[in-house]
């Protein structure tokens, strides 16, 4: 069992609205789940870090991500890289003998919220927790992400993401590889003197201008940023309708392509979608609304979309409990959110009809973590291939990072992001949710 004796005072962590350095105590916080034992090494592995002889692993079948099948199948992995992908010769000793079960690229997500977590009352907000235990939910998070097999994840909107990116790279904390947008970028509309919830005054505010917005891209790339997350529209709680301007939207998506970043852009409504594709961004999230003619657009200009339609919302509402009284979490938002659950599978239809590259991403927040894969199963549920969805979740998935020719497929070269799943995914989806074998850059993570 891996025994939280984290040194963490590079960990940032929201608290009210103030980010404070954390420092975690060995031991502190909750006891990890069973199953998380401390990382196996095969025999003359190394710990995967490039040292010792290469490693085998046999499955009766791979699948490499992009759609290949090999039945009765070998991998060989030498440090963190593949070397081979190919039949099992007769007479070979594998290092990993799988059975009959589907070795297939480590699974991506690409979008999550890695620092969203129930508090020590149960209730979402972590009003008066410890240290300790902020530290602790979010370390829990990352690796109950990787324990379920995503290898790597996109966790948009979060400064703590950069100290915790750097000391998954570094071994120190057990997760998936990690992308991050830093921050997100709302842009303000012009806003009378008015009072907030608490009854505090807030000042008038004025709208904020393409020049303040190309200086907030350029301060999340300074700050560590993988891409841009921007806000086109409000939440699907708030009704989904666009509340920024194109210009706005053409300032941010236009400085983050010249300094080479991409862009992530929520946005429900048609007007929103349609604003941020003529705004040359790089993938829309959600899309709930989404009519023909935005989907039109998406398609014309080649972009990635995003639709979340199988965990997020229905999270929201199995955890109505410990979410209610936060923010927009009311009975209204409630009652959006339930009203919003017919509309998803339609709208995935006509998105796949439209042959959009939809890449898989969740929406992953506080009770959502570790249950990632039930996003790929709704997308099968709701008419997707099952080998299409598994590609969704690999090499497509790399692609729309960037990281296309480096994860997301098991061939020669690419990193030994691999992971075994019971019986034939393909014919039964949900066995991508009962995840037996991780194995990250070489390393083996989990092995049932």
């Given at each position: 069992?891996?025994h939280?004796?984290?040194?963490?005072?590079f960990?940032?962590?929201i608290?009210?609205?103030?980010?404070v350095?954390?420092?975690?105590?060995?031991g502190?916080?909750?006891?990890?789940?069973?199953?998380?034992?401390?990382p196996?090494?095969?025999?003359?592995?190394?710990?995967?870090?490039?040292?010792g002889g290469?490693?085998?692993?046999?499955?009766?079948?791979v699948?490499d991500g992009?759609?290949g099948?090999v039945?009765?199948?070998?991998?060989?992995?030498q440090g963190?890289?593949?070397?081979s992908?190919?039949?099992?010769a007769?007479?070979?000793?594998p290092?990993y003998?799988?059975?009959?079960a589907?070795?297939?690229?480590?699974?991506?997500?690409v979008?999550?919220?890695?620092?969203?977590?129930f508090?020590?009352?149960?209730?979402y907000g972590g009003r008066?927790?410890?240290?300790a235990?902020?530290?602790?939910?979010?370390?829990?998070n990352a690796?109950k992400?990787l324990m379920?097999?995503?290898?790597?994840?996109?966790?948009?909107?979060?400064?703590?993401d950069?100290?915790?990116?750097?000391a998954?790279?570094?071994?120190?904390v057990?997760?998936?590889?990690?992308?991050?947008?830093?921050?997100?970028?709302?842009?303000r509309?012009?806003?009378?003197?008015?009072t907030?919830?608490?009854?505090q005054?807030v000042?008038?505010?004025?709208?904020?201008?393409?020049d303040?917005?190309?200086?907030?891209?350029?301060?999340?790339k300074?700050a560590?940023?993988d891409?841009?997350?921007?806000?086109?529209?409000?939440?699907?709680?708030?009704?989904?309708?666009?509340?920024?301007?194109q210009?706005?939207?053409?300032?941010?998506c236009?400085?983050?392509k010249?300094?080479?970043?991409?862009?992530l852009?929520?946005?429900?409504d048609?007007?929103?979608?349609?604003?941020?594709?003529?705004?040359?961004?790089?993938?829309?999230?959600?899309?709930?609304?989404?009519?023909d003619?935005?989907?039109?657009?998406?398609?014309?200009?080649?972009v990635?979309f995003d639709?979340?339609i199988?965990?997020v919302?229905?999270?929201?509402?199995?955890?109505r409990?410990?979410y209610?009284?936060?923010?927009?979490?009311?009975a209204?938002?409630f009652?959006?959110?339930?009203?919003?659950?017919?509309?998803?599978?339609?709208?995935?239809?006509?998105?796949l009809?439209?042959?959009?590259?939809?890449?898989?991403?969740?929406?992953a927040?506080?009770g959502?973590?570790?249950?990632?894969?039930?996003?790929?199963?709704?997308?099968?549920k709701a008419?997707?291939?099952?080998?299409?969805?598994?590609?969704?979740t690999?090499?497509?998935?790399?692609?729309?990072?960037?990281?296309?020719d480096?994860?997301?497929?098991?061939?020669?070269?690419?990193e030994?992001?691999?992971?075994a799943?019971?019986g034939d995914p393909?014919?039964d989806?949900?066995?991508?949710t009962?995840?037996?074998?991780v194995?990250?850059g070489?390393?083996?993570?989990?092995?049932?």
């Amino acid at each position: 069992m891996l025994h939280r004796s984290f040194v963490i005072g590079f960990v940032a962590v929201i608290a009210s609205t103030t980010f404070v350095a954390l420092a975690a105590q060995p031991g502190a916080g909750r006891e990890p789940d069973q199953g998380a034992a401390t990382p196996p090494m095969a025999p003359g592995q190394g710990g995967g870090r490039g040292r010792g002889g290469p490693v085998t692993l046999h499955a009766a079948r791979v699948l490499d991500g992009k759609g290949g099948l090999v039945d009765n199948a070998l991998i060989t992995v030498q440090g963190s890289k593949i070397v081979s992908v190919g039949p099992m010769a007769a007479g070979q000793t594998p290092t990993y003998e799988l059975g009959d079960a589907t070795l297939m690229p480590g699974m991506i997500d690409v979008h999550v919220h890695l620092n969203w977590y129930f508090g020590s009352n149960g209730k979402y907000g972590g009003r008066g927790d410890t240290a300790a235990y902020v530290t602790d939910a979010i370390l829990d998070n990352a690796r109950k992400t990787l324990m379920a097999g995503f290898t790597t994840v996109q966790s948009v909107g979060w400064a703590g993401d950069v100290p915790l990116r750097a000391a998954i790279a570094a071994g120190t904390v057990v997760g998936p590889r990690l992308l991050t947008s830093v921050s997100q970028i709302q842009p303000r509309q012009a806003q009378p003197a008015r009072t907030d919830r608490s009854g505090q005054p807030v000042p008038a505010s004025p709208t904020e201008t393409p020049d303040q917005l190309r200086a907030r891209v350029r301060d999340a790339k300074a700050a560590g940023a993988d891409l841009i997350k921007l806000f086109a529209s409000g939440s699907i709680r708030d009704g989904g309708k666009m509340n920024v301007t194109q210009e706005q939207i053409d300032a941010v998506c236009s400085e983050a392509k010249a300094l080479g970043l991409r862009t992530l852009v929520h946005a429900h409504d048609p007007q929103s979608i349609i604003a941020a594709v003529k705004g040359g961004c790089s993938e829309i999230e959600h899309g709930l609304f989404a009519d023909d003619a935005a989907i039109k657009a998406m398609k014309d200009a080649n972009v990635y979309f995003d639709p979340n339609i199988g965990l997020v919302l229905q999270n929201y509402l199995e955890n109505r409990d410990k979410y209610e009284g936060s923010g927009n979490f009311n009975a209204e938002g409630f009652a959006s959110m339930t009203g919003a659950l017919p509309l998803l599978e339609p709208m995935f239809r006509k998105a796949l009809a439209a042959g959009l590259k939809m890449p898989m991403g969740t929406d992953a927040v506080a009770g959502g973590h570790g249950r990632n894969a039930l996003e790929i199963v709704a997308r099968v549920k709701a008419g997707q291939k099952p080998m299409d969805a598994i590609v969704g979740t690999t090499s497509l998935s790399a692609a729309s990072l960037n990281l296309g020719d480096t994860i997301g497929t098991l061939a020669p070269g690419f990193e030994a992001d691999i992971v075994a799943v019971p019986g034939d995914p393909t014919k039964d989806i949900s066995a991508v949710t009962k995840v037996l074998f991780v194995m990250k850059g070489g390393q083996v993570m989990k092995k049932n």
